[in-house]
């Protein structure tokens, strides 16, 4: 935490009662002395005068109001509070006192009589009291030197309650704390505050590839790196495993907090050199502005740690503001799952198959089948909403298994008509990752009667690239089984070469990226020359994909791309109508698209 803390009060040496006048030293106490009664102060004083070591700086107010400003300009290690004072009675000016500031020791005086008070006075706030007429020497600096002693050792545990022992940063108990303090003083002064909630990428490879040791190491550099980013009074804490939040006080617009996340990220960016190793990791940030994103501080946490999330999904190392809008979606998210747990059971989810095309005649030589859901509820919802929830969930492995066996199902329909149609299922990394996924594809090989060669299955390239050794005993079983494997999205997804080579694939499929500006980026173009190029040397199919113009055709024909899929040819259709396809041949585009919706992602 860098908020200011108080500062520590310094040893207090034995005083030595038999020597002579005080001196400056570096060791005197500074005490304010809070007395109206002149009589009294005199007392107090010349007692402390006569305490040379270590030797006493009083300052004297009068009121409290003086008492209590001059203790927020000046410091001091301890101060003597009458409870009688002309602007204060009774324990109020204890309350005050350990109110406004706090880490100072605070000894009442009191009168003989006052014992209660004076009992009152120490469960509000006051480490020891002092009755007026008893104040010897000896008294007086025992008294002193308590009260200094035990503020010091509350402090220590409150620190340790309040303090995350690995970093020294606010835990989040303290955290909350602040926040809740923060948002009142906003209130009141009608200033904004920004929550920031950073999460380290990857840090759970760096604990995993190096140790927890080097994990911890780490995450110290972090926390200082943090807090030499941001100001004193903002406060650094840390809430979890990896996970920090940063509270930015007085600010005016909600745009100033970004330029203050930019600059954490770049200071977390920088290598960080631990034992032997050099290691980096990236932070993504999530900021959350009150009043504009929250009226609480509950609510400000979870869109801080929500607009951490969306700045995750949109690739790592981002940050990302929360907006009104952020919060439909995560809304929509949650009703969605629900919808699509009942989606199966409601027969609401069904296939498009999009033809594929042999570019030299034209002839529809397979179908890539693409899953659709019309909801009764939200009507009809795009693969891009709805994929990723049934990854995240789960929900994609019985959802995949319908896919699946409904490909088939349809391909020996089409086979029995005389048709020979190759069907492309999209396989998700979770689908493909769960046990018995082979055995899977080979029962529904059986139980339909599909020929192994006529069902092909569309992995992703970074499925292939986070697991080596898995995806290849996985492919060698699938290609026991006799299905053709294609590499979908090819050229997105920082393929190694050398690991390329190991798999047993049958093709790659050129990214619709690359597709799109075959013909007017000389960067696709060259991508897409290379992954045709790349595919020949490896004896695999190559497969176009999202072709729309026939411009677009031409150059993926001339760069030995014989097979493709787009909207120049067809969009993905229902059954019926994509059987009038292959019975009658293409017609043109609109007329096709007409009764169809054209899927765009
Ligand atoms: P994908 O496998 O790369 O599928 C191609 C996507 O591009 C489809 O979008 C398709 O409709 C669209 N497309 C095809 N030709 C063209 C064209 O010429 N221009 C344009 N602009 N788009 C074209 P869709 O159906 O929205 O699917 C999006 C993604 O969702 C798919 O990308 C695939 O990754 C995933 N997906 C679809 N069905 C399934 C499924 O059954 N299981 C899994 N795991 N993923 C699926
Ligand atoms: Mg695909
Ligand atoms: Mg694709």
């Not at 006569?50 to 009121?63: C, E, H």
């Not at 002839?363 to 909403?385: C, D, N, Q, T, Y």
């Not at 494997?485 to 190991?502: C, E, H, N, P, Q």
Request: hydrophobic share 40%; aromatic share 6%.
């Amino acid at each position: 935490m860098t908020s200011p803390m108080p500062r520590p009060p310094r040893d207090p040496k034995p005083a030595d009662e038999s020597d002579g006048p005080v001196e400056a030293n570096p060791q005197e106490i500074r005490l304010l002395l809070v007395e109206d009664n002149p009589g009294d102060a005199y007392a107090v004083e010349t007692t402390l005068r006569n305490l040379s070591k270590p030797g006493y700086r009083v300052v004297r107010a009068q009121r409290l109001g003086e008492a209590l400003m001059l203790a927020r300009n000046d410091e001091f290690d301890i101060v003597l509070l009458d409870l009688s004072l002309p602007d204060s009675q009774g324990i109020e000016g204890v309350q005050e006192f350990a109110r406004t500031t706090t880490g100072l020791p605070i000894v009442v005086l009191t009168g003989l009589e006052d014992d209660e008070v004076a009992v009152q006075a120490l469960n509000h706030g006051a480490q020891d009291y002092l009755v007026k007429g008893e104040d010897n020497a000896r008294v007086l600096r025992r008294a002193i030197r308590y009260a200094i002693e035990r503020k010091r050792s509350d402090e220590h545990v409150e620190r340790l309650a309040t303090t995350d022992p690995l970093t020294g940063l606010a835990n989040r108990t303290l955290f909350r704390d602040r926040l809740e303090h923060a948002l009142s003083r906003a209130q009141r002064e009608k200033s904004r505050v920004a929550l920031l909630y950073l999460d380290l990428d990857r840090f759970k490879a760096v604990n995993d590839t190096f140790g927890h040791g080097a994990g911890d190491a780490l995450l110290r550099i972090v926390s200082d790196r943090i807090r030499l980013a941001v100001r004193e009074s903002d406060t650094v804490a840390r809430i979890g495993g990896d996970e920090f939040t940063v509270i930015l006080e007085s600010l005016g617009e909600p745009t100033q907090a970004k330029p203050v996340a930019t600059k954490i990220a770049e200071a977390l960016a920088l290598p960080y050199r631990i034992g032997e190793n050099e290691l980096y990791v990236t932070p993504s940030i999530g900021i959350a502005v009150y009043p504009d994103c929250a009226g609480d501080a509950e609510s400000l946490v979870r869109n801080a740690d929500g607009a951490m999330y969306a700045a995750k999904l949109q690739g790592r190392n981002g940050i990302q503001l929360f907006t009104m809008d952020m919060y439909a979606q995560s809304f929509r998210r949650l009703e969605m799952e629900g919808l699509l747990r009942r989606a199966l059971d409601e027969d609401e989810l069904y296939l498009a198959f999009q033809p594929r095309v042999r570019l030299s005649s034209r002839k529809i030589i397979g179908a890539e089948a693409l899953l659709r859901w019309k909801s009764a509820e939200v009507g009809e919802v795009f693969p891009s909403a709805f994929i990723p929830i049934a990854e995240d969930t789960g929900l994609i492995v019985p959802i995949g298994e319908w896919v699946l066996r409904q490909s088939c199902v349809q391909a020996v329909k089409w086979q029995r008509r005389g048709e020979r149609v190759v069907v492309a299922v999209n396989v998700s990394p979770r689908q493909f990752r769960q046990p018995g996924f082979v055995k899977q594809v080979a029962d529904i090989l059986s139980e339909t009667g599909l020929p192994p060669g006529c069902l092909e299955l569309e992995i992703t390239e970074s499925l292939l690239m986070t697991d080596v050794q898995g995806c290849e005993a996985m492919l060698r079983s699938l290609r026991d089984v006799g299905v053709c494997i294609s590499v979908d999205d090819f050229g997105t997804g920082y393929s190694s070469l050398a690991y390329l080579k190991r798999f047993s694939l049958d093709a790659l499929k050129i990214d619709r990226s690359f597709v799109s500006g075959i013909c007017t980026d000389s960067g696709s173009a060259a991508i897409a020359h290379a992954i045709c190029g790349l595919s020949r040397a490896l004896g695999l199919e190559v497969i176009g994909e999202g072709i729309e113009s026939e411009e677009q055709a031409a150059r993926l024909a001339a760069e030995g791309c014989d097979i493709a899929q787009g909207f120049l040819f067809s969009p993905g259709l229902t059954a019926g109508p994509f059987s009038d396809l292959l019975e009658h041949g293409f017609r043109p585009v609109s007329h096709i698209a007409l009764g169809t919706r054209v899927n765009a992602r």
